[in-house]
């Protein structure tokens, strides 16, 4: 079990953790994706633990946005677990109409730099880090694009010995094989739907607990 | 288990059930309440079970509402299994300005009527009632009239051999004994918050999967 | 578990802790109740444990009586723990030919006393609660009267941070959902039969000792 | 589980299995022994099995009295499955002022014909035995008398090739070895406290579901 | 589990225990009777704790001989557990032509003297007592007699607060009814057969070593 | 499990299967070894499989005795399960001062001998081989004859198919690694001392019930 | 558990399939990769199901060569079931001086003629495909082309519908991840070392047998 | 679980540990047999112990040679567990031409001064011996002067009070009873096949993490 009495999670990312969550303001901010789901069962599971949760996606962010808020948004929240769940946004960026192009060295240095900071200020915070992932139909154009950040962050999970990487390219891809539907993962490829979030909330569940209560896929 | 290959499942009722679906139709009118925790964790489940859920939570209805509705939003999609969470509407509707008053009796005529029209057409499917609820700070202008229609919906589950009833008022006031917060469990004492949806989904997911997979509290 | 070696157990109530225990005093004054049934398993289980059972149900009582007699009956036993089941009775008493009233704030303030004077003398002592029920038909007359009592019980619940509440007007109604034959579980409607005894020994013996021997319905 | 849907079962015996029944009329007859205690759990358990129990003790009754009653009593409720315990007032009997002495082969020829008759009406019908018991200092005077009666009952179990035979007066004197204090089992060395009657009931209960769901000492 | 590293165990008894020890004493003097098979079964179990098991069982022993050979047989052996089954002789010893008549208060006194020398010189020894048996029909001359020591040997147990009694007369018999064949358990009544002495190990074995390894009948 | 009602079984071999037998014939000539233990205790575990066990273990026997006894002593027993263990006095009686050597085309004429009738007269009999052994110090002058014999039991296992071969030999020098005292198997390193046949029974038990029920070593 | 008695496996692939079974043919040419594991592992577990295994991995082989070698080395074989590790040889003779350059598109042509061949003349066979995978810093000239093949691995599972795929790619990096040594696990980034392949056999072995019997990372 | 973190492992032996690593330095010689199999799983499974396994089987080694080298190729690396399995080339140099004997005294001299030498320099080295093996049929020239070496193994094992001694004899005879198919288990009746490799390593992996992983034979 990652968490301890107390203890205050920030769930930090882009519009997948992010999941509408200004469009739903009167709902505390919570979003309706993985973040939503995840933190709400361990509320459930957990009440008298005093979990702290704090959904910090922000729909649209690549990692230079992170990083940019990383002390406002993350460390100044003093959380004991990060998870963080980032980088297709850098891909998307490129090729969407915005032709901003993220060089893998530069998403590295983002990067890599949200974990910096991270760690200087916070040395105990455990930390779980979620490949960016996309399926193939929809988000082709992204792809090439999307493995270089891939194999960044698999880089940045190994030199800041995170606790925990999820292979989620791979996972989700696998689902894809095992039901051959893209839209019943992810609709544009990129977006989980809901039965994709509840994929990843069974892995990070899993990752957070150590019990495997919803036998993952 | 009370699902096999290829079945429908429609969560007919109100708001909780609803959950702001019509707020995010771009995401298929899940809404993020208790029907979307659930539905998704099924269909991550078993990809391969060709599951259909629907939504026809609809904010604001009343079981007059949902008597009226029943036929399209329900039968018309012929599920094997209908989940029912009605009635706390019935009880508001009185108290926040608009007056309405629907006696125990035309409350239960009302319930009876959704189920007799569903048994009529649909003789096999299966039927799991939930019962209203509410927490008593936020809530306790109804709870007098909500009381009676709770009494209503056991009496109708008892009438209709219903295959389950879950008694969420107990639950959700003992859970709020165990964690003396109400806001944590329900902010208006009615609506749940995403802590209380993910306690409805352990209770439900047991309840259609039959396995206890998230220990219910 | 609850309990250790020579911890001392009263169970504070009325006529359905009592069971016409006073009917029976050659029988140690144990009634025939869930008293009864709860005490003697446990004391089957374990004697070794020197464990001591008191019968301090009254039949016909109210809040106020269990108030008034809280000090010679409960506190001065020393108990480890206390269960209490009451409130069902200061409905009754309205509508029974009795006609005393007993308000919410009434019924509140007498049975906060009780615990008042339990945590005063006896900080240590642990506390189950558990709701007075009742089943529909037969007991109709009182319900709504009863459910501004449960609501009470559910308050003091929480203000006084008990060990366990147990909700059993829910596990009661859907218990008779399940087998729809009130005069199963309890033939006035607000006294248990033997079976509907059996049912509340289920959930207090597993809140007693934490383990569902028996599972529960 | 010795018991299918529907199935009646005959308790059959003296004041054991009566217990202050005919005390309580009021509560449909069941007294408050281990007929009481196995039979509500069993009503608890199988709410949906349509079982029906019939307590046939009565006080004071000696295998001579049981033989005569065996068909109105027993055999004409068609039973499915009956449980006897029966014999120690045989014993009793020579001794309490009744001066009535039953000889061990005039006892054998009672309890025989309670069995032959119940066989030749009802063959199918499953049957348990309980040996009668008695602890040793209250009960002192029928030891002898008795131990004449349990070796009959053997006997009987075995020409009759019954479905079990609880040795309770192993179990009860064994249970008294482990718990030094007679009146904590068998007030008068006879009938059983309610601890005594519980642990009869974790037998009798485990030899009715095949489940040891309550441990036995 | 009783026996720690080191433990030495001694068997205590008659004939039973000796199954012709001396007739066979170029195999060490175990018999071949559930001293054998329980003693062997820990050896090859426990090969590593260093165990030493006696045999002190002398056929035709009655309790005034062990008690005359206790010290020797069995203190001077410093043992930390001691089993002893004894008793049967005493009452064989009356009927068999040697007419010697053990009364049951002189049994008590031959079998308390026994335990008072364990305890005084061995306070912290633990004794297993089993209760003598015997099976109707080959050994109903000895019955009645039988019956008064059964009863002492209970008394002993709870005066000597020994650790276990076996109530082996009721097993016998309760096994006797499943399979009713006398001299499948013990030809002549008293004496067990191999499979008499397989039903001794097994409770032995569980009341020794804690676990049902060889689940009981 | 290898066995089903109404089965007979035979133990063929030499003196670790006979084991004093003949010396003890009163006691239905079960002798004391594995034969007993491992069938008394199947008899015990399953009285009413009516289970027939032969011990036809002859001490000093060849396998030319055991073959020229085989349809005698075996075949016209019908068993449905022969178990083999032999060998060892071929060995031995080429050094006892009987001079007699066998060679192993000669011990494998007479042991293929034995199962070639066997599976002829009774093709659908199980068979389960146990290989001869013996420990280094005391049988050490048999060694170089015995692996000869054990090797041609192995071939013969394969040739016939048997059910089941269980490498003793091995089994029993492990066991004595681990506890470094011959005398504690096998006291003249042949026959196996109690604790030695408590090894062979446990595999012996779970090679037949296919359940390990006594853990192995 | 995908395999039945008599079943023939092929296990198609390149260098991490051969590995190095030309080098050693006197070995039976299996090679010492995850094949030679997990088949003999296979081998071992199940000696009586009649299971062959075929390496038919080739050191070097592109897509195009197993597509050319198909029918003669794995639809000649009758497989009833295939794996497939394919594809990364693709990417690197890109690089490595074969200047190869196998487009996307060209790859999938080649990757499904395989499928489709096996599909038509083997209608009924299983298949596992592994996506290909690379280590980033050894391999990191082959990333981007790699990426591509992964790709279209993913998109040949869901066309052909396979029993399972393996995302190999993101499993052997999060394994990287959590023993930050990329030595440990591939030492060319791309060829896994004993760990790496014993991280496939882990897979594989639950893949093909159903139970995790060697828990996965 | 004989392993900690940071400890080292030592195979030592000959060709069968061995198993053709010189012929495959640029694999780390590890060669391809049980150490191949057994360390590469150990590594998988424990990627964080920080575990150093190393091969020093050389083919053709006789216990002479493992004693020559046991201090530059063994003590040197300062292990924490020795796995030692040697002895067959003793008797294979023989017969091969090469016209070596070696009596069984000397080959305990060898062998224990292999293990002297250890338990000086390493007093706190676990120790696990496996006993030298052959099949019947190819190795059977020299099958005489292997019993005697392996009767020396069981020897020095007790002599020097090793972990565990795995019968490997036995087990791998047996393995050829259950599958009559010499070269499915070591086609030179010496050499272990895969398939015998990996039985080796069922029981080795067995004996040094104390978990049955895979379930052996």
Redesign the interface.
């Known amino acids: 079990m990652l968490l301890k009495n107390g203890d205050t999670v920030v769930f930090f990312g882009d519009s997948i953790t992010d999941y509408?969550r200004w469009?739903?303001p009167h709902?505390?901010f919570?979003?309706?994706g993985y973040y939503?789901?995840t933190?709400?069962?361990l509320?459930?599971?957990y009440?008298?633990m005093d979990l702290t949760f704090y959904n910090r996606g922000h729909a649209g962010d690549c990692t230079i946005n992170l990083l940019n808020r990383v002390e406002e948004d993350c460390i100044s929240l003093k959380p004991n677990l990060v998870v963080i769940l980032a980088g297709v946004n850098d891909s998307i960026k490129r090729y969407n109409g915005n032709d901003v192009y993220v060089s893998p060295e530069q998403f590295k240095e983002n990067y890599s730099g949200i974990l910096s900071k991270i760690k200087k200020s916070l040395p105990d915070a455990k930390i779980i880090l979620m490949?960016p992932f996309a399926l193939?139909n929809e988000a082709r154009g992204i792809?090439?694009d999307l493995?270089?950040k891939i194999?960044k962050v698999?880089?940045i999970?190994?030199?800041f010995?995170?606790d925990e990487?999820?292979?989620?390219?791979?996972?989700m891809?696998?689902?894809?094989?095992?039901?051959?539907d893209e839209k019943?993962w992810a609709t544009d490829g990129v977006h989980p739907?809901?039965?994709?979030?509840?994929?990843i909330?069974?892995h990070l569940y899993k990752a957070i607990t150590g019990e495997e209560?919803?036998?993952c896929?």
Chains 1, 2, 3, 4, 5, 6, 7, 8 share one sequence.
């Not at 891809?173 to 051959?180: L, S």
């Open positions: 509408y469009q739903v709902l505390d919570w979003g309706f939503m789901v933190s709400s069962l509320k459930a599971s009440p008298n490949e193939p792809r090439d493995n270089e194999l698999r880089e999970a190994r030199e010995a995170v990487l999820i292979p989620l390219d791979g996972i891809n696998a689902a894809f094989a095992e039901k051959d019943y739907t809901h039965a994709g979030n509840a994929l909330v069974k209560v919803i036998p896929l």
